[in-house]
């Protein structure tokens, strides 16, 4: 075919990248009605943008009837072309923001307006804050989320590519939300459960754990070994399993890993530990500009333990004995105020004789991998993470790690 295309002088100037869009929307949709929903435009402007299109390159592009809409050839001549050239010109976009520091600041800004907020008083204000910021971001199309209950814990369990199957797969990763213990839900996540199902090809469990101050330590570690039992009954396997978790949430699978070593439980095959917080006797932070400051840490830090004291290894794995933990993927931002307790706790677990593997990445944003549908380091760690989780739970063998 492209060696059947004749020569023609290049393409008017005027063509604009909102006709382009315009019509691989209709070519998508077959269907102007559906179309002009997802590019939030009016009928009657998709229309003449499609028309000043056809105008423009001297033909036809889509035949329209009553009830049809089809593609000429001419249109299928471009379709192909005009999806690449916008890909690659947002992909260009996306580097050139991602290279100024665009990029990282948004999600920068988002944890600033969220730790702006005073706690004590005002924390459901906060928690909605954070409610409000996880609903600026859906779960990937291609996933199905729906509600289960884990062993007496209300979950959300997201898939990849289960919509019309007869039954949903059986969770393999149980992802523990970060929010310092304080804040967040498993109905927020769903987005960050959603990319890593994607990205593994596993299903994906999300419990709402209870939070401090109005349920502290050890409920939400009740509430986790309970939906991961409840998934090691549906797999049967320990090792097929994955825990994973971000911030606070990281910190909360690795007591969850510690309490079943204490009680002699079956270990998971493995770990994932998005900027994992995991410091419980703070007093000090890697940035000084820190989005998140020290004493306000300290006041969540203070609503989780209660009286518990902090010095426990299970709620201190910096001090616990790690041996005999599964293999640990942590991840964390270069500039991150808490990257130093994903390198300590990646020294301490090898210290300990446990596999791990550490991956820094050049952002500044805590927690940056919930930006992973815009930060292109997120959506790299995520794929990452999704190579890892699939080699534990397909079975195959665990990958060697540097020391």
């Known amino acids: 075919m492209e060696g059947r295309l004749l020569a023609l002088p290049q393409a008017p100037d005027t063509i604009e990248l909102r006709h382009l869009r315009s019509f691989v929307a209709v070519a998508d949709e077959l269907n102007f009605g559906r179309a002009a929903t997802r590019l939030y435009l009016s009928q009657p402007a998709l229309s003449r943008q499609i028309q000043a299109l056809e105008r423009l390159v001297g033909c036809d592009l889509l035949r329209r009837s009553t009830h049809r809409v089809e593609l000429t050839a001419a249109g299928e001549a471009l379709l192909d072309r005009a999806r690449k050239l916008l890909a690659d010109l947002d992909e260009a976009i996306s580097a050139t923001r991602s290279a100024s520091g665009e990029l990282a600041g948004r999600a920068y800004r988002y944890w600033h307006s969220l730790a702006s907020r005073d706690a004590g008083p005002e924390l459901e204000e906060l928690r909605r804050v954070c409610e409000t910021m996880h609903a600026e971001f859906a779960p990937p199309p291609e996933t199905t989320v729906r509600p289960v209950n884990a062993g007496g814990v209300s979950c959300f369990q997201v898939g990849a590519g289960q919509a019309g199957a007869v039954g949903p797969e059986p969770a393999t990763v149980l992802y523990l939300h970060g929010g310092a213990y304080v804040m967040g839900s498993a109905y927020g996540y769903r987005h960050v459960a959603g990319a890593l199902a994607l990205a593994s090809g596993a299903t994906t469990l999300v419990p709402e754990y209870r939070l401090a101050p109005e349920h502290p330590f050890p409920a939400a570690l009740e509430d986790v070994t309970r939906a991961y039992q409840w998934m090691l009954e549906q797999a049967g396997d320990a090792r097929r399993l994955v825990v994973a978790g971000d911030s606070s949430g990281a910190g909360l699978a690795v007591s969850l890993l510690l309490s079943l070593k204490q009680r002699g439980a079956p270990m998971p095959g493995g770990v994932v530990l998005f ?129």
């Open 275 to 403: 900027c994992p917080g995991v410091d419980m006797c703070r007093d000090s932070l890697a940035q000084s500009d820190s989005a998140i400051s020290l004493d306000l840490l300290r006041r969540f830090v203070s609503a989780y333990l209660a009286e518990h004291p902090p010095e426990d290894p299970v709620v201190s794995p910096l001090s616990a004995d790690l041996s005999g933990l599964p293999p640990m993927l942590i991840q964390g931002g270069t500039d991150d105020p808490f990257v130093d307790d994903a390198e300590r706790l990646a020294d301490h677990a090898r210290g300990h004789g446990v596999e791990v593997r550490l991956e820094l990445y050049p952002v500044a944003t805590h927690s940056f991998q919930i930006f992973w549908s815009f930060l292109p380091e997120a959506a790299e760690a995520l794929a990452a993470a999704g190579r890892f989780v699939r080699s534990l739970t397909t079975g195959r063998k665990s990958p060697t790690f540097d020391a």
